[in-house]
């Protein structure tokens, strides 16, 4: 998995076989890479998290672009507490629903493959 996709970077001409090298921790896929790709994967919806809200709270106080050119202050409407409470509340209804699924139906989002008792003595045919 990590082998095949990290390598994909070593197309990349010149510096290819260094990126790899950098991104594995050393020449192969190790600890070092796990540790790595466990990190990203944790602080990047983070990051994006961040992003997304600095983005919401520049493009609602400052306005999109105005393909007019005239400045149109009468029709913007405050970000604050107009968007954050309409944005919040859509989020609480939606969190709201998925509790109720979890607690009220907590089988009916998991993999019917999860029921199937396990069998150490029979490998199955997608690992084969």
């Not at 970077?9 to 510096?15: C, D, N, Q, T, V």
């Amino acid at each position: 998995g990590a082998t095949v996709i990290t390598n994909l970077l070593s197309a990349i001409p010149y510096l290819g076989e260094t990126l790899v090298l950098w991104l594995w921790g050393g020449f192969a896929v190790d600890n070092p890479t796990l540790t790595r790709f466990f990190t990203l994967h944790f602080l990047l919806p983070f990051v994006l998290a961040g992003a997304i809200m600095i983005h919401l709270i520049f493009l609602h106080e400052s306005g999109s672009s105005n393909p007019l050119g005239l400045p149109m202050n009468i029709d913007k409407i405050p970000f604050y507490p107009y968007f954050l409470i309409k944005d919040f509340l859509g989020y609480i209804i939606f969190i709201m629903i998925f509790i109720m699924f979890i607690m009220y139906m907590p089988y009916t989002l998991n993999d019917p493959d999860n029921f199937i008792p396990a069998n150490p003595l029979n490998t199955p045919l997608h690992i084969q």
